[in-house]
């Protein structure tokens, strides 16, 4: 069974930048797909990007293209996300979510990190 | 993108009654949808891949249906634990995409 541990609430100046981690247990990061997704308040969920085992690359929505990375450390099964050029649209929960096999639903989710950017 | 659209918005209903969601998707997404539960502070839970099979440790009174574009979350007898919000995700074409999703509330 995945288990999955996130970071911690993170509260971040407008143009800062923020990386969130994500610790996989009970399989290794080789074996899973990593995929990030963020909920602001009062807004349903957004899917920022993640991992295609097809092509063995990283895809990013467009809307955040160019700020955001995803990164992977396979020797800790740490997943990251970084996003930069904060602003206050990106207060947000970020969540990260395995994808095991084929089909990119996610079976496990983190339960969240809490990014404020505030002046 | 492929756009989904949840209706309704809220839906109110009884413990015990029957619920039922509903996820249109604006082209072809063939079987290729999922449905997870989202509670207040907790990590959201997949409940339904390819369109109708139940994930891991789902009840059976959840269950996921397609028509074409059309699909569907029903829920046969509402559990206290059942109140949250339900989203729909489409995994055919990327960018992956969420509905805005269905908050279902105690009637």
């Known amino acids: 069974q995945v288990q999955v541990v996130q970071s911690g609430a993170e509260v971040k100046r407008p143009g800062a930048s923020v990386k969130v981690s994500c610790k996989v247990s009970?399989?290794?990061?080789?074996?899973?797909?990593m995929h990030w997704v963020r909920q602001a308040p009062g807004k349903g969920l957004e899917w920022m990007g993640g991992f295609d085992p097809e092509d063995g690359e990283t895809i990013y929505a467009q809307k955040f293209q160019g700020r955001i990375t995803m990164t992977e450390d396979t020797s800790t099964d740490t997943a990251y996300m970084e996003l930069t050029s904060l602003r206050s649209e990106d207060t947000a929960v970020y969540y990260c979510?395995?994808?095991?096999?084929?089909?990119?639903?996610?079976?496990?989710w983190g339960k969240g990190t809490t990014v404020t950017v505030s002046s | 993108e492929i756009v989904l659209t949840q209706s309704p918005a809220t839906l109110s209903v009884s413990p015990g009654e029957r619920a039922t969601l509903s996820c249109r998707a604006s082209q072809s997404v063939t079987s290729n949808l999922a449905w997870y539960q989202l509670k207040r502070g907790q990590a959201p839970r997949l409940l339904i891949y390819a369109s109708s099979t139940r994930a891991t440790g789902i009840p059976a009174r959840f269950s996921g249906s397609r028509s074409g574009t059309e699909f569907t979350l029903t829920v046969s007898s509402l559990e206290s634990e059942d109140f949250a919000v339900y989203y729909c995700q489409q995994y055919n074409n990327w960018p992956l995409t969420f509905g805005q999703g269905t908050r279902l509330e105690i009637k």
């Open positions: 009970g399989y290794t990061l080789t074996e899973l797909s």
């Open positions: 979510a395995t994808v095991y096999g084929s089909g990119n639903y996610m079976d496990v």
